[in-house]
């Protein structure tokens, strides 16, 4: 019987013999934490990866989950407007590699926009320890304008607007006609959903008309994403995926999704 109980803040580990115990169990997991990897519950649940991978597909064809390389993430996960602190505890590791990666890209004496969430908040560390000389940073989020509020050789511009709590940024009419009025070398967007009819999106209308403004006054666009936000839609659609430069992401990306973006032209830089 699949368990009820939570021990240590997890489903308590047992054996599970039957496909609807470990299917109801895994849907527990997801409810939890958003996102799951075959490896960990087939460890947790004493079974092959063959056995978990075929449980994903039969709860993806009904429908209950969408497939990633190596796990699956709740079919809802996107249509929810996670707050920042949330975002910030999923998939970790992957955002820290992929701001790593896009740091690389930014040269002394440039600006570059970096707008709200977990992945640039990220970024705006990296560019931090790396201490370049004379970069701008222009950001509707309190939280990076903040982590920055030391950086050495870096100077912050923080675009006015409506503060939305969720995701300490600045939205509304406010934030977009201050970006009407500046330039960007490179602009780092965040996304929440890459879906290959509609392109990037996110949960929030407002966010979306921001990440808009943002583009039209930048150089380049570079987007920042760990690969489960791939076959993913949302409520808002940003921009098409040809209308930006390189997508940053990790190598687990399944490798349907990789061909998908190399046909539209776009740049895709794979990092482990």
């Known amino acids: 019987m699949v368990p009820e109980t939570v021990k240590g803040g997890r489903p308590e580990k047992r054996t599970h013999r039957f496909s609807e115990e470990r299917r109801r169990y895994i849907l527990q997991c997801l409810d939890r934490d958003g996102s799951v ?67 690389t890209y930014v040269r002394e004496g440039q600006s570059i926009i970096l707008d709200s969430g977990s992945t640039t908040t990220e970024i705006a560390r990296v560019l931090k320890a790396r201490r370049l000389e004379q970069v701008t940073v222009i950001t509707n989020a309190i939280n990076i304008a903040i982590e920055l509020l030391d950086a050495t050789g870096v100077k912050v511009i923080l675009t006015g607007g409506i503060l939305r709590r969720e995701s300490a940024s600045l939205v509304g009419p406010l934030a977009e006609h201050g970006l009407r009025r500046l330039t960007a070398d490179i602009f780092f967007m965040g996304v929440d959903g890459v879906d ?21 006054v930048s150089r380049e666009v570079i987007v920042v994403t760990d690969p489960s936000k791939f076959g993913r839609r949302s409520l808002a659609v940003i921009c098409p995926i040809e209308q930006v430069r390189r997508i940053i992401t990790t190598s687990q990306l399944d490798v349907e999704y990789q061909r998908g973006v190399e046909a539209t032209g776009v740049e895709l830089i794979l990092v482990e």
């Open 37 to 103: 990897l075959v490896s960990d519950l087939a460890k947790e649940l004493v079974v092959s990866a063959v056995t978990i991978r075929n449980d994903l597909k039969a709860l993806a064809d009904d429908g209950l989950v969408f497939r990633t390389h190596g796990g699956a993430v709740k079919t809802d996960f996107t249509l929810i407007d996670r707050t920042l602190s949330e975002k910030q505890k999923l998939f970790a590791e992957a955002k820290a590699t992929i701001a790593k990666k896009a740091v």
């Open 196 to 216: 290959s009819e509609f392109g990037f999106m996110t949960p929030n209308l407002a966010e979306a008309g921001i990440n808009q403004q943002m583009i039209k």
